[in-house]
C-alpha cells in the first residue's frame, strides 16, 4: 500500500467540532486524542492518519508537504496567505467574523500610524492599507483585547463570533473585516499526486456539509 493520506487538524475548538465530521466520513482515531500528549494518530482507515497541530500550524504543514490536506480556518489561512493552498469545501464550522474593535465609544485618531494589536498582522496591514491608513502592528498571541484598555493600541483585529468577549472588556465591534469559518484545505501539489484519494473525499464532504446544513 502507498504512503498513507496525512490530514493535519487544529486542535482546541475546532477539534471538538472536527472528530465527529471525520467519523461521520468512517475516520476515527485508535487512541483517544483529547489528554494524549502523541501528536500523530493512526486512524480506523489504514490509508489515514491525523496530526494533530497548533491551528496556525495547519496551512505550513499542508503547504509544506507534512500534510496532504488539513482543515483550518478562514481566519487563519487568511493570515498565512500562501498560493499554493487550495480550498475546495467550506465545511461551514467555526463560523465567526475578523472585526475591527475599539474602546467603545472612543474614535480612531484621523492621523498617523494606527497602533493596532493583532495576532493577524498581515490582515491587519492589508485591511488599514485597503483604508488608506498605516499601522503600527502589535503582535500578540491571545488575550488582545486587553491592549486598548491599557492604552497600548488604538484598536484590535480579531475574531468575533458572540461578541461576549469584546463586551467583557469594554470594547466594541467596528468594521467587518472577512467572515471565517473552517475549510478543508489542500496543497496544490497532493491535489495532483493524490487526486485518486482526496476526490472522493472532498465529495463526502461536500455531501456532508450538504446534509448537515440542510437539516
Ligand atoms: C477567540 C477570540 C476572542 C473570542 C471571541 O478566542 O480571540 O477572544 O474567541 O469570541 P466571542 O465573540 O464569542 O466572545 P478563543 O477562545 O478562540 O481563544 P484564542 O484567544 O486562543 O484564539
Not at 468512517?26 to 500528549?37: A, C, K, N, V
Not at 481566519?75 to 475578523?98: H, Q, W
Not at 491571545?142 to 493600541?153: C, D, F, H, N, R
Not at 475549510?183 to 493524490?194: C, D, I, N, P, Q
Amino acid at each position: 500500500m502507498s504512503e498513507p493520506l496525512t490530514f493535519a487538524l487544529a486542535k482546541g475548538r475546532l477539534l471538538d467540532e472536527t472528530l465527529p465530521l471525520l467519523k461521520a466520513l468512517g475516520i476515527e482515531p485508535l487512541e483517544q486524542i483529547s489528554g494524549s500528549r502523541k501528536l500523530l494518530f493512526e486512524t480506523t482507515r489504514s490509508d489515514i492518519r491525523l496530526l494533530v497541530l497548533r491551528a496556525t500550524d495547519v496551512p505550513p504543514y499542508v503547504e509544506r508537504g507534512g500534510a496532504h490536506l488539513g482543515i483550518a480556518g478562514k481566519d487563519t489561512l487568511l493570515e498565512y496567505g500562501s498560493d499554493m493552498l487550495c480550498e475546495p469545501v467550506d465545511l461551514k464550522l467555526s463560523a465567526c467574523r475578523l472585526m475591527t474593535a475599539t474602546r467603545v465609544g472612543v474614535e480612531l485618531p484621523k492621523t498617523g500610524r494606527l497602533r493596532v494589536a493583532t495576532k493577524y498582522v498581515n490582515v491587519a496591514r492589508q485591511y488599514f492599507a485597503s483604508q488608506g491608513r498605516q499601522i503600527d502592528p502589535i503582535k500578540l498571541y491571545g488575550a488582545m483585547e486587553l491592549a486598548p484598555i491599557v492604552g497600548m493600541s488604538d484598536v484590535i483585529v480579531d475574531v468575533v463570533d458572540t461578541g461576549n468577549t469584546l463586551k467583557a472588556n469594554g470594547l466594541e465591534p467596528r468594521d467587518l473585516i472577512a467572515h471565517s469559518s473552517a475549510r478543508l484545505v489542500v496543497s496544490r501539489v497532493a491535489m495532483k499526486t493524490r487526486y485518486h484519494l482526496i476526490a472522493p473525499m472532498i465529495e463526502q464532504l461536500n455531501e456532508w456539509v450538504h446534509q448537515t446544513n440542510a437539516a
